[in-house]
């Protein structure tokens, strides 16, 4: 082992061992910035063979840039809010200034205003009790970036980004790097960015001229995300990259919407000519059936074993989400619903994220 570290994805860098992180054979080594061969593929073949960093050494890096950092960006994904504020996660973070990067708000409906957005996250916030100053960001197109880097004024010199997996931490700090925060344009190697979730392995630090130093971390591996019961290539589809899509279902008594071997929601009473609105990946088939297709549709492809019911009430403009898969609003009615998730899943109940909300 070295003292080098891959400044890509923060690994140990080593060249013994070509199929584990870190590896860079020794006759490369002598530069000053590394990229292990894991981010090499990653970058140039999108291929990432080695798969994530385990859980436990995820939460042992971050523990340790959370003692180093003076403040935090704490990064959440728009599309998936509620798991990505896991309370063991926001402990790591107690009596740390922290901003809120609520990232990836290029994937909602420009129906939707930001304003309308904030909003909603400042709302979600103070139900949740976690008052923290939010920036509504996206890192695929930039918006919201130079508002981000006047709230890091806060934070002090030494910022750690620090959020679930795959919520766009890397993506994040590559934009604020790319924008020369902290003065002077920084050349080199970026921050390793994937689909795939658990692709930065450890703490890598990035120094601006000015004295600032910007920190990637690994990602919280949370509970109860549906994107994390399944294959990565499953993974890939369920978690909305590129586009949110939107599937409308008259439904009452008796119907069910599906998604096939994932979830099934039975309509067990509506009062009237309600609708079920469900928002996915793009990747994701829904389907309209009756109640009676329930076993056949969850058992559709056997990846999942074990199934849970739960029952639920949702009132008209109101979100059932579910973690790691998506959400179901209903419009014009109630509904009581039973509805069957992978055991461990996560599910809650929260105002409309998008289209007109209650004042
Ligand atoms: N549409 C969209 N996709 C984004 C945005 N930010 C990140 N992504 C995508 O989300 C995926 C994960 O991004 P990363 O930056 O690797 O996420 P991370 O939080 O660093 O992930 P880990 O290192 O695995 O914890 C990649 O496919 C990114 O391209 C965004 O603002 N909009
Ligand atoms: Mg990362």
């Keep these: 082992m070295s003292d080098k570290y891959c400044q890509g994805c923060g690994a140990r860098i080593q060249s013994t061992k070509s199929e584990d992180f870190g590896f860079v054979p020794e006759h490369l080594q002598d530069k000053d910035e590394l990229l292990c061969q894991r981010c090499f593929r990653i970058n140039h073949y999108g291929r990432n063979e080695l798969g994530a960093i385990a859980a436990r050494d995820a939460l042992e890096s971050i523990q340790a840039g959370t003692d180093w950092a003076s403040g935090v960006c704490l990064v959440a994904d728009l599309l998936d809010f509620e798991a990505s504020l896991p309370a063991p996660l926001l402990g790591l973070l107690r ?10 708000v290029d994937l909602i409906p420009p129906t939707t205003s930001p304003k309308e957005l904030e909003r909603w996250v400042k709302d979600r916030l103070d139900y949740l009790g976690l008052p923290i100053t939010v920036a509504l960001v996206s890192a695929a197109n930039g918006y919201g970036f130079p508002n981000l880097a006047e709230l890091f004024v806060k934070l002090g010199q030494r910022i ?18 790319q924008m020369r925060i902290g003065g002077g344009q920084r050349k080199g190697i970026e921050p390793t960015i994937s689909p795939y979730p658990g692709t930065t392995v450890s703490v890598s630090r990035w120094s601006c001229p000015g004295g600032l130093i910007l920190a990637d971390s690994p990602g919280f591996v949370p509970q109860g995300r549906i994107s994390d019961m399944v ?8 978690i909305p990259h590129k586009k949110l899509s939107s599937h409308l279902y008259p439904v009452q008594t008796g119907d069910a919407v ?17 609708l079920l609105l469900g928002f996915t990946g793009s990747g994701v088939k829904w389907q309209k059936s009756s109640s009676k297709q329930t076993e056949k549709w969850l058992n559709g492809d056997g990846q999942i074993k074990e199934w849970q019911e739960h029952l639920v009430q949702i009132q008209p403009g109101e979100d059932l989400s579910i973690s790691g898969l998506g959400w179901v ?14 055991a461990g899943a996560d599910f809650s109940i929260r ?3 998008i289209g007109q909300k209650k004042n």
């Design 95 to 104: 009596g740390k200034e922290v901003v809120l990067a609520a990232n990836k």
């Design 160 to 177: 750690l980004f620090v959020g679930v997996t795959n919520v766009g931490k890397s993506s994040v700090l590559q934009r604020l790097l």
């Design 231 to 238: 294959t990565p290539e499953q993974a890939l589809e369920v």
């Design 258 to 274: 599906f998604i096939r071997g994932l979830c099934a929601i039975e309509c067990l009473a509506s009062n009237g000519h309600g």
């Design 329 to 342: 609003s209903a419009r014009k009615s109630a509904y009581k619903l039973r509805v069957h998730l992978p």
């Design 351 to 353: 105002p409309n994220l």
